[in-house]
């Protein structure tokens, strides 16, 4: 807790419906909503600060942010939810979910299911009979996985829309346009798609579905303030939307999202969200069996899991199992984050545009406070290719492995078949082996990011969680709840440690080539690490170029280190600001040189220095696809740029 306190010192330096019917009984009264007490006051200066931190690193209008931990609850805002009548963001200010909406809908959707009132596997065509016959039927289940093939916004219907529309007026928009590939083959998110699933709670209920969300979903869940957005029902809390455009912060373009009422069209605040998630680790909204369905990501035909499950995103993040749901559109950003195996929930909102990535940011760096002992979560820089697929290979098997076991152990999950476990180490040990990677170090990539599909036969989840398993039985439960924070090669050396204890068979161990590869790995990033950097971000300190020696001394000639790109990137465009260009150019020269592996080091280099021919490197290995980086788009919502800019508002606020 003293190396999480200092940490905080130096953060802190930074400048149409039916006859109601009653609502079925959901939960017993033991699942109520439990009585919440604030976190500790160092938790909460450290959230606050982490907060502030991300916020110094560029305009922002609004924001809000609240998060909830076992009994423990922290809510905040930040900036102006109004900056021309500069009224504050508070937790109570609403905004508009945008794609969040989509999570609300599948329970909707999952309530009914479970009184029998809406089969999953029905042809969408029974339950909404005016959505045109397709090649194909599509059916409840691929539309809340967006694998019916409906398609998302394409034309000028989607952005153009200032009228409000019924629920006909809104399936007309789409309903004549072809599906955009077969049901079942592919991912295609869709907002579309949502949109006949609300109409589909409608037909089922007999509720308008605002009536059926209000009654069912988000008076259960204490969502106080939570509607369908429509400009003509908010009241003085409801925060006025912005977009950046060049370089300050104008109104954004006027949307009536009752085009998008069940995959985009609600509003609500941060305290809503938080009850929405507690709701659903309580299992007030759903059973503990529909959670489960929920969380659990869906696969294709051919059997590749999509990250993408029951109107949530679903998928590991460094041995936690994460669902979530991220929304952006005209007037605001959102991302809602439960972690059902830690009791954790996440929400945040803002009323500016194009925010997702820093909210992603933020959400992790609230992880670490809570989780990881305040540690500033890397990734692992590979210079040359073969370590690079090895240890990604490694770290695949512990973020699959842990966050899995994890979900089926301490929450509503489930692991699939185990299978025969000798075998399975062996084709591990065999799909990470050095001299066949060295052939086509490529090729073998896309094998190891393969290897947790049903198409691989989950081979990296069956491994991974036995490996768990065994360091649970061996050195304890707490042991698992480190692994998050110290990395894949820890959570490795000590299953290797445990087979010394257990014993395991031979073939549990993995190949010795490979466990001299763990050894090796481990040794060489321990000795990278450098101190005042493991609590800190070099864009964050007061003066990275301080930490530059270590920094250079510690990764010198270390074929693995922690991947700094991203950070010296924003100290570079940081010095690019204050127009200091040798000063930028001499952090991408850095980032560069430590990152041979990186392109996007490289490319942002070559913005600056386009006459200069980049020394090539040995062949840079293809990033992970769209879909490793979430299903969810950022700009899923959001609207084109017009050609006139608007009027800009005062000053873009700062962190206070």
């Excluded at 938790?43 to 690193?57: C, F, G, I, S, T």
């Excluded at 973020?399 to 692991?415: N, R, V």
Aim: charged share 20%; proline share 8%.
């Amino acid at each position: 807790m003293r190396a999480l306190l200092l940490a905080l010192v130096l953060l802190l330096a930074l400048t149409p419906s039916a006859a109601p019917r009653s609502a079925p009984a959901r939960a017993k009264a033991s699942a109520a909503a439990r009585q919440e007490t604030a976190f500790p006051p160092e938790v909460q200066r450290a959230l606050d600060a982490l907060v502030r931190a991300e916020l110094a690193k560029g305009p922002y209008a609004g924001l809000s942010v609240a998060v909830s931990h076992g009994g423990m609850r922290w809510v905040r805002g930040y900036g102006s939810r109004d900056l021309s009548q500069r009224l504050a963001a508070t937790p109570r200010t609403t905004y508009r979910m945008a794609s969040i909406t989509k999570s609300f809908t599948a329970v909707a959707v999952l309530q009914l299911v479970q009184e029998g009132k809406l089969d999953l596997d029905a042809d969408i065509r029974t339950l909404v009979p005016v959505y045109p016959e397709k090649p194909w039927p599509v059916t409840v289940r691929q539309l809340l996985g967006h694998l019916g093939g409906v398609p998302h916004y394409d034309g000028p219907e989607a952005s153009e829309n200032t009228q409000h529309l019924s629920t006909a007026q809104a399936l007309a928009l789409f309903a004549d346009k072809p599906l955009v590939v077969e049901p079942g083959t592919k991912f295609v998110y869709t907002t579309w798609g949502y949109n006949l699933l609300g109409a589909a709670v409608e037909k089922a209920s007999g509720q308008a579905y605002g009536d059926y969300l209000k009654r069912h979903v988000f008076r259960p869940a204490g969502m106080r303030t939570a509607a369908l957005d429509d400009h003509r029902t908010r009241d003085k809390h409801h925060a006025v939307g912005y977009r950046p455009r060049h370089g300050q912060l104008v109104p954004s373009e006027f949307l009536d999202v009752s085009s998008r009422f069940a995959g985009g069209g609600t509003r609500a605040s941060v305290e809503d969200l938080l009850g929405f998630g507690q709701a659903l680790l309580q299992h007030r909204l759903v059973s503990a069996e529909t959670a489960r369905m929920m969380q659990l990501p869906m696969s294709t035909r051919e059997g590749q899991l999509t990250d993408y499950g029951m109107g949530f995103a679903t998928y590991p993040l460094r041995g936690h199992y994460m669902v979530a749901h991220a929304g952006g559109q005209p007037e605001t950003t959102s991302l809602v984050v439960v972690l059902p195996a830690e009791d954790i929930v996440i929400a945040l909102a803002s009323n500016l545009e194009g925010e997702a990535k820093r909210q992603r940011r933020i959400s992790t760096r609230i992880l670490e406070v809570l989780l990881e002992d305040g540690l500033v979560r890397r990734d692992a820089h590979a210079v040359e290719p073969v370590d690079a697929v090895v240890h990604e290979g490694l770290a695949r098997l512990f973020t699959y492995g842990l966050a899995y076991h994890q979900w089926a152990t301490l929450g509503p999950g489930a692991l699939p078949e185990s299978g025969d476990p000798t075998e399975a180490f062996t084709q591990v040990s065999a799909l990470l082996d050095r001299a066949t990677i060295t052939q086509e170090p490529q090729a073998a990539l896309e094998r190891v990011r393969a290897a947790h599909h049903p198409s691989a036969g989950s081979l990296f989840i069956r491994v991974g969680a036995h490996m768990a398993r065994t360091v649970e039985k061996t050195l304890g439960p707490e042991k698992l709840r480190e692994y998050p924070a110290r990395g894949p090669l820890a959570f490795f050396t000590d299953y290797l440690a445990a087979c010394e204890q257990v014993p395991c068979p031979p073939a549990l161990r993995f190949s010795e080539s490979l466990q001299k590869d763990v050894r090796h790995f481990d040794d060489v990033w321990q000795r990278s690490l450098v101190a005042e950097l493991r609590r800190a971000r070099l864009d964050e300190v007061p003066d990275p170029e301080a930490l530059w020696p270590a920094l250079e001394t510690a990764t010198a000639s270390a074929s693995l280190h922690p991947d700094y790109t991203e950070e010296m990137l924003r100290v570079a465009g940081l010095f690019g600001k204050r127009g200091k260009l040798p000063e930028q150019i001499r952090w991408l020269e850095r980032a560069v040189a430590l990152h041979p592996q990186s392109t996007s080091a490289r490319e942002a280099l070559a913005k600056v220095k386009p006459l200069e021919k980049l020394v090539p490197v040995a062949p840079i290995l293809s990033a992970p696809s769209a879909a490793e980086a979430g299903p969810v788009p950022d700009n899923a919502g959001r609207l084109p740029d017009r050609p006139a800019p608007r009027k800009s508002e005062p000053a873009a606020q700062q962190a206070e």
